[in-house]
């Protein structure tokens, strides 16, 4: 990493250093949810089913395979899994039934 860009971190963020390993960080970050992106895209023009491809770069990046991103991110993103999934089933309950 460049000095120019150390130097202009450290003034616009006093107390912080950025590191080779933060940048590392977030680029596993962002190429999670350019993934999560694109698959739900692929998935939804193959398969017409749009929630197979983030389920699998789930698996892809999680434990199972390869295990990319640390365990506080996928801790994270489980817990908002699970939030997402009961606004689904609140949803459900609220939308009326057509009689």
């Known amino acids: 990493m460049s000095r120019a860009v150390s130097r202009f971190f450290s003034k616009t963020h006093p107390g ?3 590191t080779v390993h933060s940048v590392l960080i977030i680029l596993r970050l962002i190429s999670f949810f350019i ?13 017409r089913a749009s929630l197979i491809g983030p389920i699998v770069i ?21 817990t908002l899994g699970y939030l997402g999934l009961l ?6 309950a609220l939308i009326p039934f057509p009689e």
């Open 35 to 47: 993934s999560l992106a694109g698959a739900e895209w692929l998935a939804d023009k193959v398969l």
């Open 16 to 18: 912080r250093e950025l």
């Open 87 to 92: 606004l689904i089933i609140f949803e459900g």
């Open 58 to 78: 789930g698996v892809i990046y999680g434990v199972p395979l390869c295990n990319v991103l640390l365990g506080e991110w996928q801790e994270t993103f489980l």
